[in-house]
């Protein structure tokens, strides 16, 4: 159980352009979503909590009108990489917590290049 | 002082041996502790959590939690190579907008 998919697993963008990230919880409903970047060798850093049907909360430094975060159900969150940039190439995890304190399940990752 | 702490390692045990890792959180009102594995190039998955004192054993493994020193411990037995990964202790605060708060983690190489 508790099974978070995401999609797409590895992208090539060019500079300028959008990508979108999804992220969606199979098996239960994800109550808050994090959105994660980690860069190689460094330790995952995160982006934004998100709860169904409110804006996202963004740690700071996260610039929101770049990486916009959509928490529109229980079982589905979106990433899209405004404007990508070269900087912006990097590993991003999402995950995904039921109700109460269950553990974090993280999706695969997707992993993003931009030339 | 960080929130979350761990040797970054690398630790290095030989296959078959106790590889013991060591997290300690400064928040004393933590309510959930969690080890997580992640191996290189992929993302973190969850080994164990526990919630209150004392130790939680699923097969190889055993995490022990120690509140009132505020530390949390994972032991895993009979290691293998395929343990080597770094190990991710993670902390959910008392009181938090339910976000972990993560360890640095600490490299695991387990030799043949």
């Known amino acids: 159980g508790a099974v978070v998919s995401q999609h797409p697993s590895r992208v090539i963008c060019k500079s300028g352009t959008s990508v979108k990230i999804e992220c969606r919880s199979l098996?239960?409903?994800?109550?808050?979503m994090f959105w994660y970047r980690q860069f190689p060798k460094q330790s995952l850093m995160l982006m934004a909590t998100?709860?169904?049907?409110?804006?996202?909360?963004?740690e700071q430094g996260v610039e929101k009108d770049k990486f916009l975060i959509n928490h529109a159900s229980l079982t589905l969150s979106t990433l899209t990489v405004t404007s990508a940039h070269p900087e912006d190439s990097s590993f991003y995890i999402c995950s995904a917590r039921g109700v109460g304190i269950s553990p974090l399940h993280f999706g695969n990752g997707t992993r993003l290049t931009v030339t | 002082q960080k929130e979350v702490e761990q040797n970054s390692g690398p630790l290095s045990v030989p296959e078959g041996a106790i590889a013991s890792l060591n997290c300690t959180y400064s928040d004393r009102v933590s309510q959930s502790f969690f080890w997580y594995r992640q191996y290189s190039g992929k993302s973190p998955e969850l080994i164990m959590s526990?919630?209150s004192n004392g130790d939680k054993e699923d097969g190889r493994f055993t995490a022990q939690l120690n509140k009132a020193s505020q530390y949390v411990s994972l032991l895993i037995r009979d290691s293998q190579p395929s343990d080597s990964a770094t190990y991710l202790c993670a902390v959910n605060k008392a009181g938090n907008n339910r976000k972990l708060i993560w360890g640095l983690g600490t490299s695991l190489a387990v030799n043949p």
């Open positions: 998100s709860n169904e049907g409110s804006k996202a909360t963004y």
């Open positions: 098996d239960f409903q994800a109550t808050t």
């Open positions: 526990i919630y």
